[in-house]
């Protein structure tokens, strides 16, 4: 079962809307901004403090395990993910799955999705099972304070696993629109991923500076 639950929260106030692409403007600042596709988001990653990311200096040892990642969204195009880490996955490593109870949504006034709980609801994905201790901050840098990762049951097969999953600290009101990956690759990959080959590139080295892998 899934050990996370997305919470809904009171008087929360939707995010300034920012330009499809999340990382470009993060990368260009001269302070590595605290923690997804704009703005390398605040408070969102579990070990970004590690990294020196989430504010003060205090080092924390990075965890020995890194659970399996289920992704939703723009993670699920191999370009994207060749852009962010820098390497291709091994395709053994990218497993089809799906997230049962929950479907993959509009952001409210973004070109990406957020996972909601859906009765019923079975969200397509991959589950991502060879990432390192680095790449998992990579990937907190990159979804930022609009994400926060959590434990979700995932289906691969017929075997049922716990995964880790990003899922939005907005609350999504109920019927927002589906999202779908093939419609976010014809309408805005393109522009997408131009804006932000370079923008990843330096969101790596700026990690690394910090900390190496």
């Given at each position: 079962m899934?050990?996370?639950?997305?919470?809904e929260?009171?008087?929360?106030?939707?995010?300034?809307?920012?330009?499809?692409?999340?990382?470009?403007?993060?990368?260009?600042?001269?302070?590595?901004?605290?923690?997804?596709?704009?703005?390398?988001?605040?408070?969102?990653?579990?070990?970004?403090?590690?990294?020196?990311?989430?504010?003060?200096?205090s080092?924390?040892?990075?965890?020995?395990?890194?659970?399996?990642?289920?992704?939703?969204?723009?993670?699920?195009?191999?370009?994207?993910?060749?852009?962010?880490?820098?390497?291709?996955?091994?395709?053994?490593?990218?497993?089809?799955?799906?997230?049962?109870?929950?479907?993959?949504?509009?952001?409210?006034?973004?070109?990406?999705?957020?996972?909601?709980?859906?009765?019923?609801?079975?969200?397509?994905?991959?589950?991502?099972?060879d990432?390192?201790?680095f790449?998992?901050?990579?990937?907190?840098?990159?979804?930022?304070?609009?994400?926060?990762?959590?434990?979700?049951?995932?289906?691969?097969?017929?075997?049922?696993?716990?995964?880790?999953?990003?899922l939005?600290?907005?609350?999504?009101?109920?019927?927002?629109?589906?999202?779908?990956?093939?419609?976010?690759?014809?309408?805005?990959?393109?522009?997408?991923?131009?804006?932000?080959?370079?923008?990843?590139?330096?969101?790596?080295?700026?990690?690394?500076?910090?900390?190496p892998?």
């Open positions: 899934a050990r996370g639950v997305l919470a929260r009171e008087g929360f106030e939707p995010p300034m809307e920012l330009p499809p692409c999340r990382i470009s403007s993060a990368v260009h600042s001269t302070t590595l901004p605290p923690l997804r596709e704009s703005e390398v988001r605040q408070g969102g990653g579990r070990h970004g403090a590690a990294y020196g990311i989430a504010g003060g200096s080092q924390q040892s990075l965890p020995l395990k890194v659970h399996p990642l289920f992704v939703y969204g723009t993670l699920r195009d191999p370009d994207i993910l060749l852009a962010l880490l820098g390497r291709a996955l091994n395709a053994d490593a990218m497993l089809l799955a799906h997230a049962p109870g929950f479907v993959a949504v509009n952001y409210p006034g973004r070109v990406y999705p957020a996972l909601v709980r859906y009765p019923g609801g079975a969200a397509e994905g991959l589950m991502l099972t990432l390192t201790p790449e998992r901050d990579l990937l907190d840098a990159f979804e930022g304070n609009e994400y926060r990762r959590d434990f979700v049951a995932v289906v691969i097969g017929e075997e049922l696993h716990e995964a880790e999953a990003y939005p600290t907005a609350m999504v009101k109920p019927g927002a629109p589906t999202w779908e990956l093939s419609r976010w690759q014809a309408e805005h990959k393109e522009r997408t991923l131009s804006s932000e080959r370079q923008s990843a590139s330096d969101l790596r080295l700026k990690l690394l500076a910090i900390r892998i």
